[in-house]
């Protein structure tokens, strides 16, 4: 089964949003398993010490590297090759194709950091690779984490409702989606587009995708260029 283990100071904040709706649901199905691991458990001294100060001074504490270690070897059984992330911001975005390579995987492990980060030992010597949610600076690794699972959960087979569901959303053409409207037919005096209403699919289609490239082409131009780039 496609399994996350998360590795954090705060395994209480799982399930979380993870426990609820969709992601919830096929959590309690069985379609995928989410283990929580304490890091906190594999200190070795008096008081479970996790953090020391930093070499060479500055503000804030820093995870230590033997801890963290041992965090990791308990939770990766020989055998498992699940890809391993340490949650950073000095990662790689996160992205919908590595959102679904990831699904399409045997699962993931995160290691969630606090305070200052973790001691850079420990990303080499345990073959982390290091992934972003983007340009910001989260106090933890664990809502990152929680971004990346939801992420990868819903693409799993089963998860989402309709099988179609999916391919045709944000990012999966290198496109923004196209605006969604239901019924009531006419709200606050704005009615929804006519060509939604005329049951010609083939019309319908043609104006999504128009709407989709509209859309794209005005937010994200960033998309509109890597999408004519791989059509050429
Ligand atoms: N001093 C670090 C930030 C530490 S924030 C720096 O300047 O890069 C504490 C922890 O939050 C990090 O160890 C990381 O696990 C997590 N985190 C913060 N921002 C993140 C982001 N954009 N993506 C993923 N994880 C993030």
């Known amino acids: 089964m496609w399994t996350a283990s998360v590795l954090t100071l705060f395994p209480e904040m799982f399930p979380g949003p993870l426990g609820a709706s969709l992601a919830g649901k096929a959590l309690d199905a069985g379609l995928w398993s989410l283990d929580a691991v304490s890091i906190r458990d594999f200190a070795t001294d008096k008081h479970r010490t996790v953090d020391d100060t930093p ?16 965090a990791i070897d308990g939770t990766r059984t020989p055998g498992d090759d699940r890809p391993a992330y340490y949650l950073s911001p ?5 992205t919908q194709s590595l959102a679904r390579e990831l699904a399409a995987g045997p699962g993931i ?5 606090r305070f200052e980060g ?23 690794g664990e809502i990152a984490a ?40 006419e709200w ?19 104006w999504r995708r128009e709407q989709a490239e509209r859309i794209t082409r005005e937010r994200r131009p960033d998309l509109s260029v890597k999408r004519n780039q791989t059509e050429r």
């Open 188 to 206: 606050e005096g704005h009615v929804i587009p006519e060509v939604l209403t005329s049951g010609n699919h083939a019309k319908i289609a043609a």
């Open 109 to 113: 492990l995160l290691l969630c950091g």
């Open 118 to 140: 973790i001691d850079e030992r420990v990303i080499e010597g345990r073959n982390l690779q290091e992934l972003s949610l983007g340009d910001f600076v989260l106090s933890g």
């Open 55 to 70: 070499a060479g001074g500055g503000p804030g504490m820093v995870m230590r590297a033997d801890v963290l270690a041992a």
């Open 146 to 185: 929680m971004a990346v699972i939801d992420a990868a959960v819903r693409l799993l087979p089963g998860v989402m409702g309709a099988e179609a569901s999916g391919a045709e959303e944000s990012f999966e053409q290198g496109l923004l989606e196209y605006p969604h409207y239901t019924r009531p037919q």
């Open 90 to 94: 000095r990662g790689t975005p996160l």
